[in-house]
Nanobody
């Protein structure tokens, strides 16, 4: 079992920045990657990006590319989502998740078996 705990979030003005943290614990050795997703009221859960633990390779949704950056600290089993140039449409509950054993990361939620509790990000206009 892998446990995922998030921190960060809050209220920020449009154009501002915010950083989220996500720490994993437990049996993490066979989890290839950590992903970020978000869900706004009335919307489906949306892919934000992921990072591979082995080589720190990242991939982002087009909607956040160039504005958001994912990084990781393997020693701490912690990943970060740095959000810059925030827009009101970025307002959502943000979730981090770890892939299940031997599963490859994806823009879909399927490979991610272990989810954080979610944290609210609100961007005011």
């Amino acid at each position: 079992q892998v446990h995922v705990v998030q921190s960060g979030g809050g209220l920020v003005q449009a154009g501002g920045s915010l950083r989220l943290s996500c720490a994993a614990s437990g049996r993490t050795s066979n989890s290839y990657a950590m992903g970020w997703f978000r869900q706004a009221p009335g919307n489906e859960r949306e892919f934000v990006g992921f990072i591979n633990w082995s080589d720190s390779r990242t991939w982002y949704a087009d909607s956040v590319k160039g504005r958001f950056t994912i990084s990781g600290d393997l020693a701490k089993n912690t990943v970060y989502l740095q959000m810059n140039s925030l827009k009101p449409e970025d307002t959502a509950v943000y979730f981090c998740a770890a892939t299940g054993p031997y599963k490859f990361p994806s823009s879909r939620a399927g490979p991610y078996d272990y989810w954080g509790q979610g944290t609210q990000v609100t961007v005011s206009s």
